[in-house]
């Protein structure tokens, strides 16, 4: 049974929908992981009976307090599901190539430091894109630059604010992250 672990940031929609997804598979979560106690993942979380562990910068980058409860629990992959913080080496080295994000553009482009959430979807329109889509890809030292495992794309419309593309986009994060998450896992 493949044991994963969840880190989130936000109000936990794609958390909720990898939650809800893997119960109907014998993937386990052991917990949520999130570096914000008052984000909606934490009820989300609660709400389905899956753990949850809040920490802050100096647990998650100067001890070894998150990297000491995945041993101990055994996480075999970590899936970021809103996850906005830099992922620190012991993490990266240990759990290489089992990292897995989901970004909410074609990366290369509109990815890196700030690129996260609707501010994604701002430069996109600004530049005048005539599609946008999900990456979904491994986690490595650099900011969205691992290896891509899957890309799908939507139309940007001419009428489009940001928010009709945050929209869309999640629309296809919710089809597609669970499945290919789940397919990535039972390839290894």
């Known amino acids: 049974m493949p044991k994963i672990a969840i880190f989130a940031s936000g109000s936990g929609t794609n958390a909720e929908n990898l939650i809800r997804s893997f119960a109907q598979t014998d993937i386990s979560i052991i917990g949520v992981f999130t570096n914000n106690a008052n984000a909606g993942v934490v009820e989300r ?3 389905l009976n899956v753990p949850v562990t809040v920490f802050g910068k100096q647990e998650f980058y100067d ?5 000491d409860i995945l041993q101990k629990e055994s996480v075999e992959y970590i899936v970021l599901a809103g996850f906005l913080w830099f992922i620190p080496q012991i ?7 089992r990292i897995i994000n989901i970004h909410p553009s074609l990366l ?4 890196g430091r700030g690129m996260f959430g ?13 599609e946008s889509g999900i990456t979904i890809h491994l986690v490595n030292e650099v900011f969205d630059s691992g290896k891509t495992l899957f890309q799908t794309t939507c139309p940007v419309l001419p009428t489009d ?8 986009v999640h629309a296809l994060e919710y089809k597609y992250f669970p499945q290919v998450v789940e397919q990535y896992i ?3």
């Open 45 to 47: 979380a609660r709400n």
């Open 108 to 111: 290369p482009k509109y990815g």
């Open 118 to 130: 609707i501010h994604v979807h701002e430069a996109v329109i600004a530049n005048g894109e005539k």
């Open 63 to 67: 001890t070894h307090y998150i990297y």
């Open 91 to 97: 993490l990266t080295d240990t759990y290489k190539d």
């Open 161 to 168: 604010k940001p928010e009709d593309l945050a929209a869309r």
């Open 186 to 188: 039972y390839a290894k």
